[in-house]
T-cell receptor, first 113, second 115 residues
Framework: AQSVTQLGSHVSVSEGALVLLRCNYS??????LFWYVQYPNQGLQLLLK??????LVKGINGFEAEFKKSETSFHLTKPSAHMSDAAEYFC???????????FGTGTSLTVIP | DGGITQSPKYLFRKEGQNVTLSCEQN?????MYWYRQDPGQGLRLIYY???????QKGDIAEGYSVSREKKESFPLTVTSAQKNPTAFYLC??????????????FGSGTQLSVL
């Protein structure tokens, strides 16, 4: 079975500061990992995904994430936060042996001007 | 433009009433999913369908029902057996019939509230 843990349900950063959102996964087989972003009252949009190619994955809006197998982590980062980054972020996992995507509980990012 | 359309955006349910949430996609995707979103709990899978005329229960299927008679449509019925239906409901689809490395495409959601 697969699962995802997102540490920190709320994260606040100052505009221009580093954004770090944490995601740890559990999987008995090689995982596929995703980060999605959700703006208020909207559906989720894909930021980036890891599918066993390069361990450092670059996504949209300047976000990137690094797959670390030894730490079972897939943390999301952005060097400089922008006001428009304020949203809910979800980490998700799937595998080629399963039928489902498993989502974390989400991290709400607040950007302070 | 291709995408997923959910309707209505807001829905109110009276005690003992069944309500149906609509989800339509024109992406020609095989798989479709229904998720329930509650504050602090993330997305929980209600039902999913990998192909027309077939669907499977997710983690919280009790009190819900679905049908998949057409590839583009996957309506969700919230029955009176669902005692706590107030939530934000999200429909999604993916190209493949299995949840592999394909991304999910999401609709804009339906907020269901109890009167």
């Amino acid at each position: 079975a697969q699962s995802v843990t997102q540490l920190g349900s709320h994260v606040s950063v100052s505009e221009g500061a580093l954004v770090l959102l944490r995601c740890n996964y559990s999987s008995s087989v090689p995982p596929y990992l995703f980060w999605y972003v959700q703006y208020p009252n909207q559906g989720l949009q894909l930021l980036l995904k890891y599918t066993s190619a390069a361990t450092l994955v670059k996504g949209i809006n300047g976000f990137e994430a690094e797959f670390k197998k030894s730490e079972t982590s897939f943390h999301l980062t952005k060097p400089s936060a922008h006001m428009s980054d304020a949203a809910e972020y979800f980490c998700a996992v799937s595998t080629n042996t399963g039928n489902q995507f498993y989502f974390g509980t989400g991290t709400s990012l607040t950007v302070i001007p | 433009d291709g995408g997923i359309t959910q309707s209505p955006k807001y829905l109110f349910r009276k005690e003992g009433q069944n309500v149906t949430l609509s989800c339509e996609q024109n992406l020609n995707h095989d798989a479709m999913y229904w998720y329930r979103q509650d504050p602090g709990q993330g997305l929980r899978l209600i039902y999913y369908s990998q192909i027309v005329n077939d669907f499977q229960k997710g983690d919280i299927a009790e009190g819900y029902s679905v049908s998949r008679e057409k590839k583009e449509s996957f309506p969700l019925t919230v029955t009176s057996a669902q005692k706590n239906p107030t939530a934000f409901y999200l429909c999604a689809s993916s190209k493949e019939g299995r949840a592999t490395n394909e991304k999910l495409f999401f609709g804009s959601g339906t907020q269901l509230s109890v009167l």
